[in-house]
């Protein structure tokens, strides 16, 4: 009786290669793919069809798009989280929602193994292997080319000679994709000094005059986009199919990888860094400065958390009730002026704003204090500072 498994596959060359091999290894192969918002009706079609022609013995497509934000992408908009300052965990924020419903997928199958084409150089294989033990130990875990360190020719060797003619000679990048950004892998990433030239981006400048954008939030979430009310889905479709047309939202992250050594990719998020950039100027608006210091902290960590595969700490849920409580009053609207490759977020408006004309105006007018109140509040700020100093052989320099 041949071995059941589930493949998470999303049709590039390393999980097209695990089919027929795992076939060769006796195994019943069933391959999975879920969609993140990186592939359209079409493109999940021709996956189907592909996986199938490898091999395998029936397909499953699940879209878990509205699960990803309401679970995911929700909360790294309220935590305005850039990893290292710079990437929004566009491919690394996926994993865990993928590997859910890859398990979700075998147990409906009663299969005793899953399977997944990630390397041994890279976060993936980490991410899939942490979910599937922890939630499923039952389970046997196969990694293809991981655990036999088989490289791209070999792979390509190998699908040639069962017959499949597919051109991977032509893919010179290696692109994930999906709803909250794309990353781009490529020779130019593996060197310190190395960027990405126009061609490996997957949107181009096609619109070149300015144009101001307005992204309306509700307690928090994108709501609406140039008046138009949306649900946050939506919002981020229309802001992306609008920002991908100025080539907006390239770099390169450099970080500190979950296997311990620096890593760099190259991304291109036009909707999330618009999204969050915008968010974060209307939170400066209407958070008070301790809400403001507290979420930068639990943000950065939070973002670790869900970088490093560690979204199954109860921590993280601590973390997103307090996120979540502080976007009651992050209501309101934000313009953003687009331009080729680049974007400024230019002010707000809500019914929220803290920075409220009835009480002064920083650096012109004052209206809830007296020159004498100031007076005396810096005398009682500076007196610990006078005690100490007055006591302390320490000068300053």
């Known amino acids: 009786m041949k071995k059941k498994i589930v493949l998470a596959f999303s049709g590039g060359l390393d999980t097209s290669f695990c089919v027929p091999w795992l076939k060769e290894q006796g195994y019943e192969v069933h391959t999975a793919l879920v969609n993140t918002g990186g592939f359209s009706q079409k493109e999940e079609e021709s996956i189907r069809k592909k996986a199938l022609a490898l091999g395998a013995k029936t397909h499953t497509c699940s879209n878990i798009v509205e699960q990803y934000y309401n679970k995911g992408i929700k909360y790294l908009i309220f935590g305005n989280i850039l990893k290292n300052a710079t990437y929004p965990l566009s491919v690394s924020s996926e994993r865990f929602f993928q590997g859910m419903e890859v398990l979700k997928i075998a147990r409906k199958k ?4 899953v399977a997944h084409g990630s390397t041994g150089a890279g976060n993936d294989q980490v991410r899939f292997d942490l979910i599937f033990d922890v939630l499923a130990p039952d389970i046997q875990i196969v990694a293809p080319v991981r655990d036999n360190n088989f490289q791209r020719k070999f792979e390509i060797g190998y699908l040639k000679s069962k017959g499949f003619s597919f051109s991977w000679e032509k893919s010179k990048y290696s692109i994930n994709q999906g709803i909250w950004g794309t990353s781009i892998g490529g020779t130019e990433t593996l060197h310190s000094d190395g960027w990405l030239p126009e061609e490996a981006y997957p949107h181009h400048v096609t619109e070149k005059e300015e144009r101001i954008l307005s992204i309306d939030f509700t307690k928090g979430e994108p709501s609406g986009v140039d008046g138009k009310s949306m649900n946050p889905v939506e919002a981020i479709r229309k802001i992306a199919s609008i920002a991908n047309k100025y080539g907006i939202g390239r770099d390169i992250h450099t970080g500190d990888t979950i296997i311990g050594i620096k890593g760099r990719v190259g991304f291109e998020a036009a909707a999330p860094l618009i ?5 974060h100027l209307l939170e400066k608006h209407v958070l008070v400065k301790g809400q403001l210091n507290w979420k930068d902290h639990i943000s950065a960590y939070y973002g670790q958390l869900m970088h490093e595969a560690q979204y199954l700490d109860p921590t993280a849920r601590d973390m997103e009730a307090f996120l979540e409580s502080t976007q009651k009053n992050v209501t309101g609207t934000v313009f953003v002026k687009l ?9 707000c408006k809500s019914p929220y704003d803290l920075m409220n004309s009835r009480f ?14 100031i ?7 500076s007196n610990p500072l006078k005690i100490y100093y ?3 052989d320490k000068k300053l320099r």
């Open 110 to 113: 009663n299969a005793g193994f």
């Open 275 to 279: 999204i969050i950039k915008a968010h």
């Open 339 to 347: 331009r080729p490759y680049c974007f400024q977020v230019l002010g």
């Open 390 to 392: 007055s006591l302390s």
């Open 375 to 381: 007076i005396g509040f810096t005398k009682v700020l």
């Open 360 to 373: 002064g105006a920083y650096g012109e007018d004052n209206r809830s204090f007296t020159a004498q109140d």
